[in-house]
């Protein structure tokens, strides 16, 4: 099933950013004044080891075009660990997407730190741009 | 009687798709089930059941049952009404055709379902008579007659090179007719030809089972140990009921989406852990043995208490598909029949 | 094979006369040629039952959840079903003191299809493992085929056929089948190889044909969870209707929750009754781990932690790391 | 059925600007449980406040929503708000419609939908947001200093004096820091000396102080009031008690190298007192350079120690202690100047640091405070100052600003001149940068009474010419390219951070900037903290400052611990793991993953259909839960659930954002 690119389709990127790092770059890029695409939403999470691939598969099925996790740079966890787990675990996933259909640029994780405001803009600006040219997610959305 | 050289039933196919949505055995991977005929699709007609009983046609294991919109007032738009699209189905077995009777009690009794009445009625059966039964199949022992399925529309037998046709009702009468430039008058020579497969699949079966006086035998055997002993095999999955042409449970679930939403039929199977478990818990089958003897009784005492039919057609899809190897023959074996009876 | 399911029986009766264990869980022979299901078995006299032969495949261990009712269960594993005891370990999941383990070697057994095929419009009466060799009964007498040939493909590419925990060896090891990485990942490496589109499109016709039954699920030692997540109604994770998206979520999360758990039994490809290839997914990931964060083998050592409970500052990520 | 408020902020014009606010309330009106929606020009105001509190009594609301600005600025402030009108704090939540939605889109359109689908995100989470319940931890009463420099001694000797016991670790073998390498200071010109030495001393006589040299931090756990540190006391190989720092030892030692103190112009022993003032003033075997440690031969201060006080077999001793609160104060380094060739540093004893030139202007220094050319000795006539060394520059160097370089470049020019009548600088520069008390005075003074000469524009080369060193430029003002031949040149080198910062980041679990300085929780409300509870920052590790900055902000971090430590006792975070026992496997995943073993397993006994069965389950200990909530996804049964971030919270956000 190819995707036909829509024009004007304007995709729903759902972000899944860490408390201590990437919502503070989200919060330090809206400080700065930095803008980025409307269409980015982000979910606060404590840490990027909270997400559960589970809440990753049911954005795709409720109509995101695109997830993103964002997490602190491994070695700055607030939480020591969490992003070493999450680095692991959304590896797996990513390449488990991928070979089950789903275009990469879908799913993507970054790390971005808390004084990364103008990586926070950029990162979702890109991700915005992949997704808006795959066009919408009709492979795991369900269909009601 | 008509019949068509195999060979141009593709031509019969190409004819009945036009007016209708016609759906065919087909094998995908190795697995043969009833999807939609396109030109080009690997028909099957050798394999005896489809993976997916033909039940799916009259009751979807998914079905959206109504949508509705919380706004100053409740707006819901019922599904029911909008089921039923003209349809064919072709190459049903006999053991599946009677399974239709059965469901249709269920469902067409009073209470009557409505989507289920339309799509039925909007249904032509055409069956496929069975050449040579799989060990696994014990139809027989619930009276369907193997080369013949008086419930269909049209009774199809494969006399070698061509199908015959039997048109064995008004909708199938029709059907013919529409079909006549493609058809062949049967002479009295493919009637007998036609008796005489029928003849020799009858004595094909290896599995020879009785299930008389079995619904009585059961009466007593509620608390029996014997289901103590046979539910320690099985898994909780839900092979058997999906794959089963008569198991009819189903479960309706909410789809929120904010101030909308849906509601969803679907398929339930009594294998499964939350089955009949209440909102609050409670759970009136809490182990696996409950759930399987609840199984075997619907089909084998509950159900012909109520209709006077066992729900069982012998089809052996259970037989073939259980993962463990605990099947509905076992039981009738194991428990056997009694005097008289059902 | 006679010889073997005897020494089967002899191990269960003189364990029940011991009273070494209460129950032994083994298999025994079933109505069809092709039908070995596993057997319970609690007092010695019903020890004859027992049987080995090329059909015994279905993995026992998961039945060693529910016997709480029992002081020790003896159970008879293969290299697979080994593999599943050290899986329930890991997972705390059993106590190895409740279990006695009689090893029994294996070297494969036969997919009934395979053989179905082989023999066209004829009906196979029996089937009988001779040396390397079956001995099909048919209709027309008896016939003789390499036995290598008709194996589970699941057996074609184990690379454990004997038991890797035990407490006693019913009979004598089988010499280990050589599987290389490439025939074992073969699979895998052709899907990855074809367009993201087209592999979608081949899952999706996969899937389609998946009725949610939960058989992968419920006959997987690695999903031995008390109340499964898929099986919650607050919140509900899945969705219990049968769409395309909540069957690729079923699938997908359910290979995530195995994934560096699993041990390729391939019982859930096996058992599929719509045919999926289950096992190449989970393949994958095992193919990912490995690449990723080092060869791992689950199922052969209840004191690791799986890949995904542990890390190294320096690993690799499969994702932009800028 | 929840009855939920939402309150929408104008924030002024800031978020009012780009989002419809009327369009937004009807929107909200709509939204599932919301029973009332109202806004306000400033929520967080009193008035904004007294707004809330009033809707909670007047609708019965059981659950608020503010849509204003991000919830890391005021979701306590409303927490309290909502607490105030009776409801448990944690049923607030807050939806970021100002950092996340009105500053970064321009589009009015755009940014109402979203601040629309914001609030129905918020929505939807807090009509499943629970009653959350902080529990009292205790508290321990004491500090812990990292770095004996002026922000360290500054630190420890205030929070010592509001009564708390201080441990003061200090890796090398003295305390005093960069500012006792400093000769005098700006703008005052008073000996760096003779104001650090004394602190220095009443850190080291101050009862409560205890001061742990020659030692370095190996692991830190805990969490605030109650750290648990690991410090590692590097093998002095001279027994403290015993030693009474005569330095007998350090004269006859046969072994020299390198003097760090002296920046490599003179050596120094491989038996040592970093230098003359050293507190500790005892001395430390540098074992990489001793000729025992190196050849086993030697032994010579063993032999000549009256006190019998040198110890060969000692080795690294780990001490744990506990601690309520930790103070960072770990200093910088200058910058490398090994991308600098055209400086010809390294090249030409003449060219020098600006700390080396510190040195030389010091009494104690190598040249005993008589500013002479290292490559022969005489006194130098003319001398270059070349600023920013390594800095504001992206190519090469650091892009900030070292802040300190145009002020002891000013104070260098003035004490030449002072010291060497005649002398005359030159200093190249790209700006002066002189916001503080009485510094453009300062600066002044160096070009209006010491005749210093400033040139604007960057040095391209430095090179030989016979006895002297000619400084290649261009005057950015004229444009006219300038050779100067000059005796000496000095690098305004730049401020670094420790290159050891990241790791000692990583073990205190704080954040650095892009160039590894540590991160303030927030640039200006809150300089001295970092986002890590308890952990507080002081000086140059925070960022490039002067003295009379570090020891205010040694001071302030000294308030912040002292404040923490009076409290009878902490609040923990309610937002912390809980186990849904009937769901749980007892696998245990959950504490595989748990970086702070707060997951332990415990028994129970359950009716499994007819028989009681005993299990094993998961049970977490809520005063070490930090709420990372790695654990419930390491769970695959979802039994082990997040307060404040649940399972259900989350995909409710989800399921609402893709409505």
């Known amino acids: 099933m190819s995707v036909v690119k829509q024009e004007g389709f304007e995709p729903l990127i759902v972000a899944f950013c860490c408390n201590w790092c990437s919502y503070a770059g989200a919060d330090l890029a809206g400080t700065s004044r930095m803008s980025y695409p409307s269409n980015v939403r982000i979910v606060r999470v404590p840490c990027s080891s909270r997400v559960n691939p589970s809440f990753i598969i049911r954005a795709f099925q409720r109509g995101a075009d695109g997830v993103i996790v964002a997490g602190c740079h491994p070695g700055d966890c607030h939480y020591h660990s969490g992003n070493f787990f999450s680095r692991r675990r959304f590896t797996v996933l990513k390449q488990m997407l991928e070979f089950m259909g789903i275009e990469p640029e879908r799913f993507q994780v970054r790390w971005i730190s808390g004084s990364e405001g103008a990586k926070f803009a950029s990162v979702m600006a890109g991700i915005t741009q992949d997704v808006k040219s795959l066009g919408p997610n009709r492979k795991l959305r369900d269909v009601r | 009687m008509k019949k068509v050289a195999k060979a141009n039933l593709v031509e019969v196919w190409r004819k009945l798709s036009a007016g209708a949505k016609l759906y065919i055995p087909v094998d995908t991977d190795g697995v043969a089930n009833f999807l939609s005929w396109q030109e080009g699709v690997a028909v099957d007609l050798e394999t005896l059941n489809t993976f997916v009983p033909p039940k799916k046609f009259f009751y979807p294991q998914t079905e959206t049952i109504l949508r509705y919109e919380i706004g100053d007032e409740l707006k819901i738009e019922d599904f029911a009404c909008q089921a039923g699209e003209n349809t064919i189905i072709f190459g049903v077995r006999p053991c599946d055709v009677s399974s239709m009777a059965l469901m249709d009690r269920v469902y067409l009794e009073d209470p009557v379902d409505e989507a289920y009445r339309r799509r039925r009625e909007s249904t032509t059966v055409i069956a496929l008579g069975c050449k040579d039964p799989d060990e696994t199949c014990f139809c027989q022992a619930f009276d369907v007659d193997l080369g013949k399925a008086p419930g269909a529309d049209i009774l199809a037998t494969d006399t070698g090179e061509e199908i015959v046709l039997n048109a064995q009702s008004a909708k199938g009468e029709e059907l013919l007719t529409l079909l006549d430039g493609l058809l062949i008058e049967a002479t009295s020579g493919d009637e007998n030809k036609v008796r005489d497969a029928q003849d020799k699949a009858k004595s094909g079966y290896e599995t020879v089972v009785s299930v008389q006086g079995l619904m009585e035998k059961l009466d007593g055997m509620f608390e029996d140990p014997y289901w103590e002993k046979l539910y320690k095999r099985c898994i909780a999955c839900g092979t058997c009921t999906f794959v089963c042409p008569t198991c009819h449970c189903f479960d309706v679930q909410e789809y929120p989406t904010g101030n909308r939403g849906e509601r969803i039929r679907c398929w339930d199977a009594c294998m499964f852990s939350d089955f009949t478990q209440m909102a609050g818990g409670h759970n009136p089958r809490p182990t696996q043995k409950e759930r399987v003897r609840q199984r075997f009784m619907h089909k084998l005492n509950y159900y012909p208490h109520q209709h006077g039919e066992y729900a069982c057609v012998g089809c052996g899809r259970c037989v073939r598909k259980c993962p463990v190897n605990l099947d509905i023959l076992e039981v009738i074996k194991e428990i056997g029949g009694g005097a008289g009876g059902l | 094979m006679r010889e073997y399911s005897e020494k089967m029986q002899k191990i269960a009766s003189d364990a029940l006369e011991k009273k070494e264990v209460s129950l032994v869980i083994g298999w025994r022979k079933k109505d069809f040629w092709w039908q070995s299901p596993v057997a319970f078995v609690d007092d010695a006299a019903q020890a004859r039952q027992l049987v080995w032969d090329p059909f015994t495949v279905n993995n026992p261990i998961k039945y060693l959840l529910d016997q709480d009712c029992h002081e020790k269960t003896g159970v008879f594993v293969k290299g697979c079903d080994s593999r599943g005891i050290n899986r329930l370990l890991q997972d705390r999941r059993l106590e190895r003191d409740r279990v006695v383990l009689y090893g029994v070697p294996c070297d494969g057994k036969v997919d009934a299809a395979k053989l179905k095929k082989a023999f066209p419009g004829q009906k196979i009466k029996q089937v009988a493992a001779a040396g390397d060799q079956l001995s099909v009964t048919v209709d027309g007498g008896d016939e003789s085929v390499p036995a290598k040939e008709y194996l589970l493909d699941k057996c074609q590419s184990c690379r454990y056929p004997n038991p890797v925990v035990y407490d006693r060896l019913a009979w004598e090891e089988v010499a280990p089948r050589q599987v290389s990485e490439e025939s074992r990942f073969s699979r895998v490496a052709d899907l990855e190889q074809i367009d993201v589109d087209e592999r979608f499109a081949y899952w999706s016709r996969q899937f389609e044909r998946c009725i949610r039954c939960f058989a992968c699920r419920n006959v997987c030692p690695a999903c031995n969870c008390v109340t499964c997540i898929f099986d919650q109604a607050e919140p509900r994770w899945l969705g219990k209707a049968s769409d395309m998206g909540d069957t690729l979520n079923y699938q997908m999360i359910r290979a995530f929750h195995v994934a560096g758990r699993c041990f390729e039994c391939g019982e859930c490809e096996r058992i599929c009754p719509a045919g999926i290839p289950l096992l190449d997914l989970h393949r994958k990931i095992i193919k990912d781990l490995n690449g990723y964060y080092g060869e791992y083998d689950a199922g052969l050592n209840p004191e690791d932690n799986p890949p995904l409970g542990i890390y190294r500052g320096e690993d690799p990520a499969g994702f932009d790391e800028s | ?659």
């Open chain 4, 1 to 659: 059925m929840k009855r939920i408020g939402v309150f929408i902020c104008w924030c002024g014009s800031n978020i009012a600007a780009t989002v419809d606010i009327e369009k937004a309330m009807a929107a909200a009106r709509t939204m599932p449980g919301v029973v009332h929606v109202d806004q306000n020009k400033y929520t967080c105001s009193g008035i904004g406040q007294a707004m809330i509190r009033g809707a909670i009594k007047e609708h019965k609301l059981d659950r608020v929503v503010v849509s204003a600005c991000s919830p890391r600025m005021h979701e306590n402030t409303f927490r309290k708000t909502v607490e105030a009108a009776g409801l448990n704090p944690y049923y607030l939540e807050i939806a970021n419609i100002r950092e996340q939605c009105s500053w970064v889109h321009k589009d009015k359109e755009a940014g109402t939908d979203k601040a629309i689908s914001l609030i129905r995100t918020a929505v939807a989470k807090a009509s499943r947001n629970e009653a959350l319940f902080a529990t009292e931890m205790p508290i321990e009463r004491r500090a812990l200093v990292i770095g004996g420099g002026i922000a360290g001694i500054q630190a420890a000797l205030d929070i010592a004096d509001a009564g708390y016991e201080v441990d003061v670790v200090e890796k090398e073998p003295s305390i005093g820091g960069r500012m006792a390498q400093l000769d005098k200071t700006f703008p005052t010109l008073d000996c760096s000396a003779c104001i650090l030495t004394p602190k220095m001393v009443d850190v080291s006589q101050h009862e409560k102080i205890n001061l742990i040299t020659y030692s370095e931090i190996e692991k830190v756990e805990g969490y605030v009031g109650n750290f648990t540190v690991t410090i590692r006391n590097k093998a002095r190989s001279v027994d403290m008690e015993k030693c009474t720092g005569c330095g007998d030892c350090t004269a006859k030692c046969p072994s020299k190298v390198e003097s760090e103190f002296d920046v490599g112009l003179v050596k120094r022993k491989a038996i040592y007192t970093p230098f003359p003032q050293a507190v500790p003033n005892k001395p430390a075997i540098d074992r990489a350079n001793c000729r025992w440690f190196k050849s086993g031969k030697c032994k010579v201060c063993q032999k000549v120690c009256p006190a019998d006080a040198i110890d060969y077999e000692q080795e690294d001793r780990l001490v744990t202690a506990r601690y309520g609160a930790i103070v960072v104060a770990s200093g910088f380094d200058t910058h490398k100047l090994d991308k600098y060739g055209e400086y010809a540093y390294g090249k030409h004893p003449d060219v020098i640091t600006s700390l080396e030139f510190e040195r030389l202007l010091n009494a104690s220094g190598p040249t005993g405070g008589k500013i002479l050319r290292p490559s022969n000795g005489q006194t130098p006539k003319n001398v270059a100052f070349i600023q920013c060394v390594g800095s504001r520059d992206k190519a090469k160097g650091n892009p900030y600003c070292a802040k300190v370089c145009c002020m002891y470049t000013a104070k260098h020019a003035i004490l030449l001149s002072e010291k060497i009548p005649g002398a005359k600088a030159f200093v190249f520069y790209i700006d002066v940068r002189t916001p503080g008390k009485d510094y453009e005075e300062f600066y002044n003074r160096a070009y209006e009474e010491y005749g210093a000469t400033y040139i604007k524009g960057s040095v391209s080369k430095v090179f030989p010419d016979g006895e002297q060193l000619i400084v290649r430029s261009v005057d950015a003002l004229s444009g006219a390219l300038i050779e100067l031949v000059v005796d000496m040149v000095v690098l305004a080198t730049s401020v670094d951070a420790r290159s050891d910062a990241k790791e000692l980041a990583q073990k205190l679990s704080i954040t650095t900037n892009a160039h590894n300085f540590f991160n303030e929780a927030h640039p200006k409300l809150r300089p001295v903290e970092t986002h890590t509870a308890g952990i507080f920052l002081a000086g140059a590790c925070q960022g490039p400052k002067d003295i009379p900055e570090t020891v205010a902000q040694a001071s302030a971090a000294a308030a912040k611990v002292t404040v923490l430590l009076n409290k009878k006792s902490l609040l923990s975070n309610p937002s912390v793991a809980e186990v849904n026992l009937k769901l749980c496997s007892g696998d245990m995943s959950c504490m595989v993953v748990c970086p702070y073993g707060a997951i332990t397993e415990k028994m129970i006994e359950e009716r499994r259909g007819r028989d009681m069965i005993k299990r094993r389950v998961a049970d977490v200990n809520s005063a070490l839960c930090q709420g990372c909530g790695a654990c419930t996804v390491a769970c695959r049964p979802g039994a082990i659930n997040l307060k404040g971030f649940t399972n259900e919270q989350i995909l409710a956000e989800v399921d609402a954002i893709c409505l």
